[in-house]
């Protein structure tokens, strides 16, 4: 009996402390530039992630450089307190490939909150680039060879993952930018600076539609049904047979967060994820939120898993590597 009693009262404290948690606002670790694609994500997803996390404010920090290295080791030293997490993308999946000395493990550094959505990329250049579409921008590459300026994030980035395949494909080697997020590489390629840049559609999407760049191709083996980008011809369709890079963003604790903040964290995603303003945000900027199994926390860390698994070999192949 008193055993008993004694669990109901662990029970009963435990269920007070997770009604009260979080005391104090959220800090998510953008591991990009402000107003780049993954801090958008974050900052559409805070607003509603805020609603199932007794309406605290998310502060939202941008911990750019390294292709999302830094901000991703950052939080995975952080205090495993649950008020920091990172959003991160594709990038987690990649990096363990890309860098010889990664200063943290992806797969035993981080609890997994779950997933939060699926988005295409666009190939996109300059608007003074003397091409209209992707055949006169393959005669352009061709012609221009050596003095090609291809923007990224850096490398670990998505966009550096999407122009390595592009480059191995077209079999031109590009002169590389790397930014601390794409949203200075846009502003760049705005103004002309660089050439081209491989980014998701939640960058490009209304840059596009006001032409003040151009957009040749989606990366995605299907064409997209988003207004705006529905026009565009597969890179696959284009002569670059295969060619799919889709991209992903994830919701990520420091190791030892505890279980009953990740599930709170988890419910308040998935309460995101059917928000119907949310959705429709997401959609029209060509992004997809998660209604599948992915939201799970083990089966994001399982996803993650096979990600690793099918990048390695074709970064391995591509040759780029990092200290
Ligand atoms: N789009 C960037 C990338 O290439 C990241 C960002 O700036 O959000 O990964």
């Known amino acids: 009996m008193k055993k008993l009693t004694l669990a109901l009262a662990i029970g009963a404290t435990s269920l007070s402390a997770l009604a009260a948690y979080p005391e104090k606002p959220v800090t998510i670790v953008v591991p990009f530039a402000a107003g ?3 801090d958008k994500v974050a900052r559409d997803l805070g ?11 998310i502060i939202i920090e941008n911990v750019g450089g390294a292709g999302g290295t830094l901000g991703a080791g950052k939080v995975a030293k952080a205090a495993p307190d649950g008020h920091t997490f990172l959003l991160h993308h594709i990038g987690m999946a990649t990096a363990p490939a890309l860098y010889r000395n990664l200063p943290f493990k992806v797969l035993e550094d981080f609890e997994y909150v779950g997933m939060v959505n699926d988005v295409p990329m666009t190939l996109v250049g300059r608007s003074t680039l003397p091409a209209g579409n992707f055949a006169e ?5 061709e012609a221009n060879k050596g003095k090609i300026n291809l923007a990224n994030a850096g490398l670990g980035a998505a966009s550096h993952l999407c122009g390595l395949l592009f480059q191995q494909a077209m079999k031109i080697d590009m002169t590389t930018v790397p930014y601390k997020g794409t949203a200075p590489a ?4 705005l103004g002309g600076q660089v050439d081209i840049m491989c980014d998701q559609t939640t960058n490009t999407t209304s840059q596009i539609a006001s032409g003040k760049i151009k957009a040749f191709a989606v990366t995605t083996p299907r064409r997209l049904s988003t207004p705006g980008l529905d026009k565009l011809p597969t890179l696959d369709e284009s002569g670059l047979k295969g060619f799919n890079v889709t991209i992903w963003h994830g919701l990520y604790a420091p190791k030892g967060t505890p279980k009953a903040v990740i599930d709170t964290v988890n419910a308040a995603l998935r309460n995101a994820l059917k928000d119907p303003e949310f959705i429709k945000r997401q959609e029209a900027l060509g992004a997809v939120v998660v209604t599948d199994a992915r939201v799970n926390p083990a089966d994001h860390k399982k996803f993650v898993e096979a990600e690793i698994a099918k990048w390695a070999p074709a970064i391995k192949a591509a040759g780029q590597y990092a200290d």
Request: charged fraction near 15%; proline fraction near 4%.
């Open 36 to 38: 780049g694609p993954t």
């Open 47 to 57: 607003v509603v992630l805020s609603k199932g996390l007794n309406n605290q404010t």
């Open 137 to 141: 921008l393959q005669k352009w590459l």
């Open 186 to 189: 846009m502003t760049d390629l």
